[in-house]
């Protein structure tokens, strides 16, 4: 069955500790990297970018960049490390970003971004994906995404991930670029009903399983964001409404499988806190969320904390829970 569930790069979230645990709540939702700079890969320790774990399996790479012959360098050291797809960020809209000519700025120059595509698909035989907006600033109709996709087709790419919502260069924050630029829907459906043989994911405010049914009536997937991190166990519900329908587990099975996972990894040298930051959500709306949250906020960052601080915190919590 092909992916109908897309979880987003996000940057500081969605890293290889954020997506280990995701997985176990969601055995077959598509995970991304957050964005790594071609730049960085090529001359920093892609090694070390580039980790991830087997379990994370389908997980895309995604890469930040405009330099053909760095974004196929790039491309390539992902690909050997055994990514399943490499996605291109043409979406973000920050100030560092554009200065470094990648980003949302580069739905301006489709045919910088196909010369990359071009670059990359020849080095790779995973699929060479791209995340991007409806548009930006003023280039903001139905015709100016169709020249971004029509250019990047050409070129070989043919799925495309769309946040729903134009990025505005100048004058906004990321973060309020991606609330208050209005959702437009209907751009996106049209791109799909024009170009029915593309794969084509819809982003940008999903935070229901009935949201995402109603899309995926007019789309081919779909990508959640920031409800995925801030209420992990939205997961699950996606994993039985579009995934293999499994039941779901229970959240102290969660936390109990990440022990492994939390031994290991203190014992090759990280912090508890960068792990149990993302699980901080994973009670919400159950009886005992504030008190496991509160627990490991204020425990997890102290010096030889281990999977002690998790059993603890899990001890507090109420049965029900
Ligand atoms: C903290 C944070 C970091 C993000 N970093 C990236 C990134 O690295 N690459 C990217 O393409 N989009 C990034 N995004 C945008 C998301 O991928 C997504 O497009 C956006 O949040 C809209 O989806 P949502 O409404 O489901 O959250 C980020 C979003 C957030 C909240």
Known sequence: M?????IAPMMDWT??????FMRLLSPSAFLYTEMVTAAALTHGDSKKLLQFDPSEHPVALQIGGSDPKMMADAA????????DEININVGCPSDR???????ACLMAQPELVAECVRA???????????KTRIGIDDLDNYDFLRRFIDANVDAGCNTFIVHARKAILAGLSPKENRTVPPLDYDRVYRLKADLPELTIILNGGLTTVDDCRLHLQHVDGVMIGRQAYHQPWFLTELEQAFGSGSAPPDRHD???????????EIAAGAALKHITRHMLGLFAGQPGA???????SENAHKVGGGIDVLETALAKLPQAA
């Open 290 to 296: 504030r008190g496991w949250r509160r627990y490991l």
């Open 2 to 6: 092909k992916n109908k569930i897309y």
């Open 120 to 130: 990359m698909n020849s080095v790779v035989d995973i699929p060479v994906t791209i």
């Open 97 to 103: 970003v554009q200065s470094g000519q990648f980003g």
């Open 76 to 83: 390539q050291l992902g690909a050997d490390e055994g990514y």
């Open 15 to 20: 890293d290889r500790h954020c997506r280990y």
């Open 254 to 264: 969660i936390v109990e499988r990440m022990l492994p996972y939390v031994e290991r």
